[in-house]
């Protein structure tokens, strides 16, 4: 398994950007695929993004346009940029890793290795 940490959460103001970091560790990095997903109170865990190691993204229909995934396969980090940033937005963010590499799953069950998450707060 990989181990992923993930980085830059806290609390912004609506319209405010901010940008998620997941730092991978252990096996190779690139030929997983990752996602970012978050989960809110009372809420199921969903798929914000992802990106294949290829450069595939897939994006929830809730972000498309004000997010973008991207990653660095020499630093072994992928990323997530949110802007735009809404109440709504406020979760708990988890990277994920998929060992499953040519496609962008929707399904946290298709994801092997899971960060601890990152609070994102974006108040009214």
């Known amino acids: 398994q990989v181990q992923l940490l993930e980085s830059g959460g806290g609390l912004v103001q609506a319209g405010d950007s901010l940008r998620l970091s997941c730092a991978a560790s252990?096996?190779?990095?690139?030929?997983?695929?990752m996602g970012w997903f978050r989960q809110a109170p009372a809420k199921q865990r969903e798929l914000v993004a992802g990106?294949?190691?290829?450069?595939?993204?897939r994006y929830a229909d809730s972000v498309k346009g004000r997010s973008t995934i991207f990653r660095d396969n020499a630093k072994n980090t992928v990323y997530l940029q949110m802007n735009s940033l809404k109440p709504e937005d406020t979760a708990v963010y988890y990277c994920a890793a998929a060992r499953v590499d040519f496609y962008v799953s929707a399904s946290s069950n298709e994801y092997d290795s899971w960060g601890q998450g990152t609070q994102v707060t974006v108040s009214s």
């Open positions: 252990g096996r190779t990095f690139e030929p997983y695929a």
């Open positions: 990106i294949t190691s290829g450069g595939i993204t």
